[in-house]
């Protein structure tokens, strides 16, 4: 990942060839990223089923993680109180917020699954640093 996107400052580029990598490279189900735009997560570049267009602040797994500022891993999303079925065949998720260099959420990054419980605490730490490694993009 980190030599896909060095040299490259356009963050748009960069997320696209990095869900590319993610998906095609690790089989999930579903990947994209969501950008905050006047205070909604707003759909970029992803890799999967059609998925919502935009979230609100708190609404879903995305925007909790948009609002606590931290990642979230739900293992069942039929458990999940307000979660939002872009796909039936969603069923678990993990979501990642990259924040800027302000500490605001930029973007988070939404991986989904067709199983359930497949994600860990081993997802969630490989997945921080790539989305460490796209915040250098903001820099």
């Avoid at 990598?21 to 205070?39: P, S």
């Avoid at 302000?102 to 990054?109: I, S």
Wanted: with cysteine; aromatic share 10%; net charge negative.
């Amino acid at each position: 990942i980190e030599s896909l996107i060095k040299g490259e400052t356009d963050i748009i580029a960069n997320v696209a060839n990095v869900v590319s990598a993610l998906k095609y490279g690790l089989n999930f189900f579903w990947i994209g990223c969501y950008f905050v735009k006047d205070m909604q997560l707003v759909l970029g570049p992803f890799q999967g089923t059609i998925a919502c267009t935009r979230i609100d602040f708190g609404k879903g797994v995305c925007g909790k993680a948009w609002k606590l500022k931290e990642t979230i891993i739900v293992l069942d999303v039929n458990q999940f109180d307000g979660h939002i079925a872009c796909s039936s065949e969603s069923q678990s998720e993990i979501v990642i917020p990259l924040l800027d260099i302000n500490g605001d959420v930029f973007l988070v990054l939404d991986v989904d699954s067709n199983q359930l419980n497949d994600f860990d605490e081993t997802d969630k730490i490989y997945l921080q640093q790539v989305v460490e490694l796209l915040a250098q993009t903001l820099i």
